[in-house]
């Protein structure tokens, strides 16, 4: 557990250091990459931990980006709104949590399917508040360039920080050891007298007060967002693939998969003008037959083996 | 065996050689001017993404075969950077900032649409790079106060005026108008704009129906609206969705005076896919190769342009083809004014410009969208389109269906 901390801060160190030096293209990657592990990150608490394959992940991020965007543009201050989205997010997902969490595997998938479908429908048809299909503009912050990214990457860095924290928390508590007796029999965890309801709910929960607030930093970065893009059910595919690709239900295993994969894309975008989704797809497939424990496993074999010499 | 291995040798050398002198020759080239272009090569938008492609390659070949680009005593090769952004809004962002932090563009043209335009011109005017949206017509995507963002079409108000003036003043009989939306920026924003004209003529609007982007069944919407018996049906969308309400209204029987549609009759595709059904339907477009400019652009008057799009494409430009080519020569005429590629100097020039090109009037209004086009309107007939309106440049008479 002390070892976890120490890469933790070292990993978030490095990421800051880089940023600070870098060009705006690569604070941008390297911002994209703070919020995609919060993802993955967030989406390991109820897919990893649980067990529980969700595809909510895009609701949580549109719920929390038109939160805020929407109280900003009330004249709310951008640190309460970013705050307030979290929590939004978090009540939406308990209160709907309640409704699905009886669901199990596929039904569970499906049911979390449509649930940012439901939310972009929402949006599209209130024009008056939301700007509907016509989009959200945000207030645009006056301040240089230079500065604008590296406030909004401090942003995604301290968000993606505090949810790895909560991950490795959670490892060790009693709500995680349930939820891990959830994900191996749900049956026998409720015979041994884990509240499975309780915990499912308060993971998912978890894993949505994190995005929530990813959205709306995300929101205020971009300044403008439509109900296509923040509802994109990518958004709920990448997290999943990140964690499958890095390890699924470890600590490090989800921030690797982003890494991994976001490195993979930028490769290929930049190398194949038209057939780069193609080539990312093979890429993702075959990495998934090849090592299906994800790359974290790969490291934790090479220890081992090195262990034993 | 080991002659094989010479050779392969060689050939190697010769590669890497050639690599070197092209590398060498680049650096020889350094006056270049180069434009970013985020566009949707692939997925739901790329139809739309290759015409606005054709429209800028013909720019810059045009540009590059007259000598290039003058300014500030040097001659600069154009050349354009292009990304794809996959249909995809934030990637067409990234792309923005990619290629103005990384590709070191000089000016940008902005992606498709007005919704990404309109986010990605966020990241523009971060930097102060003149970005000219081809594609962006709604007044929302020029709201924002940007000062670096600069769109060749028309507010929307533009394209709904003239039809409601003519239909009102040719047919008195028809007074219920249904209207069904694509919800989205551009068409959702066009319709409440045709409805703002309409009810100021004192027409009553019997229905207006919203349908979700990506739908692919209007028959609801549709015999909601046969049950109001509009004389008028004003869809709105992309050329997708509008072959498929025509083709529904005719099985629904859905049979109005009029029909006008927005923004796909322009485009060969949608006279193709309709056949007898796109007969009469008539839309409004920011440009027609009927109109006649003298322009003082690159491409010269509209008939040379529309000369040089049929020796390089074969046929003639829509709408957005021609707006794509306009962005380019609209830039080049900015630095030319501005004798210089400093982006605050070009991004003064293209505010104070009030020029004829083959495209039309350019004159940008305080927002930076062009205010001094006039759109064409015209009708499908034969699978032709025919223009008729503005007078200067009418081909026919607007008909009405029996």
Redesign the interface.
Known sequence: MKRDWVILVCGAAAIGALGWSG???FI?LLT?LCMYATLAQSWNFIGGFAGYPSFATAAFFGLGAYTSGVLQNQGLPILMCWGLAGLCAAVFAVLIGGAILHLRGHYFAIATLIIAEMLR?IV??T?NLTG????L?LP?LRIS?DV?SRVFLLAMLVLAVVTTAAAILLQRSRLGFGLRCIQQNESAASILGVNAYQYKTAAFGMSAVFVGMAGAIYASW???I?P??VF?I?IAVKPLVMVLLGGIGTIFGPIIGAMVLLALEELVWRNF??V??AALGVIIILLVLFLPNGLFSLLKDLSAKRAKQ | MSREWTSKLLTRFAIAGAILGSAVVAGQAQETIRVGAPLP??GPLAPEGAKQKKGYDLWAETANAKGGIKANGKTYKVEIV?F?Y?S???RA??GA??MI??DKVNFLFAPFGS?AS??AS?VS???GIPTIAATAS?A?VY??GYKFLFGTLTPNETVTEPIANIVTSKNKDVKKVAILA????FP??VAQQMEKSLKAKGMEIVAFE?Y??GTMDHSAAVTQMRAARPDWVYATGYVNDLILIRKQMNELGLRPKVITMVAGPAYREFAEATGPLGENISSVAWWHPAVRYKGKDVFGTTEAFNKAWDAKYKGEADYAEASAAAAGAILQLGIEKADSIDPKKVRDALASLDVETFYGKVKFGPSGQITSLEPPVFQLRGGKTVVVWPEAVKQGELEFFK
Do not use: C, F, W
């Not at chain 1, 509907?132 to 989009?135: A, D, L, P």
């Not at chain 2, 694509?182 to 920026?185: I, V």
């Open positions: 060009d705006n293209y941008r994209i429908e599209n048809t024009p509907g299909g016509m989009g503009n645009i360039v604008q971009v300044n403008y439509e296509p893009d994109d990518l003008l038209t780069h989704a | 090569m692939t292009y794809d996959a995809n809004t934030p962002v990234q900032e990619r932090t990384e919704g309109k986010a966020s005017e971060r930097y709604s929302e709201d924002q694509r919800n989205d920026l959702l924003a919203r979700a982007i």
